[in-house]
């Protein structure tokens, strides 16, 4: 009596699939968010977002996001923004935006915009440095911020 050996190539199908979709897979968003002290955020402390960006042609809309808590103290947040290149070249800007929350919520999530149309210049490591820009010596109740750029879908 002879047997014949009857493989399972069910897991190795299965895994050459995800082998292709994961390479040809495109990345439409990038995101970078920290985690701010809870002792609260002094304004000379800085809050760094590194970002790998390799996409040089498409078009982005870059936001800044974050979470507050209850105690967050104002109507509105005050940011100064470093932008730096892989290549060391950099550009400052500052932000202000007002803040909308329900006072029965622990936390408020939010997400402005800040500019359309960005085309990346450069590939690379990005860092975002962002300072709080208030009168408060240490702002409480500010408990992530980030950046989230989200890809264009139609280039022209």
């Known amino acids: 009596m002879t047997h014949k050996r009857i493989t399972n190539s069910a897991p190795l199908l299965l895994f050459c699939l995800l082998f292709i979709v994961a390479c040809t897979h495109k990345v439409d968003n990038y995101a970078s968010m920290l985690q701010i002290n809870q002792s609260g955020w002094q304004r000379h402390d800085s809050v760094v977002c590194e970002v790998m960006i390799m996409d040089t042609i498409s078009l982005f809309h870059f936001d800044i996001t974050g979470r507050i808590s209850r105690n967050f103290p104002l109507d509105s947040l005050s940011l100064r923004v470093n932008v730096t290149a892989p290549s060391g070249g950099s550009f400052a800007d500052t932000l202000s935006f ?20 960005i085309c ?9 440095t962002f ?3 208030t009168s408060i010596e ?6 992530a911020l980030g950046v989230y750029f989200t890809k264009e879908r139609n280039r022209y």
């Open 98 to 117: 007002c803040i909308t929350r329900n006072p029965n919520h622990l936390w408020t999530d939010f997400r402005f915009p800040y500019c359309s149309h």
């Open 120 to 128: 990346f210049s450069e590939g690379g490591d990005w860092h975002f």
């Open 131 to 133: 300072w709080q820009n």
């Open 138 to 143: 240490r702002l409480y109740g500010m408990t």
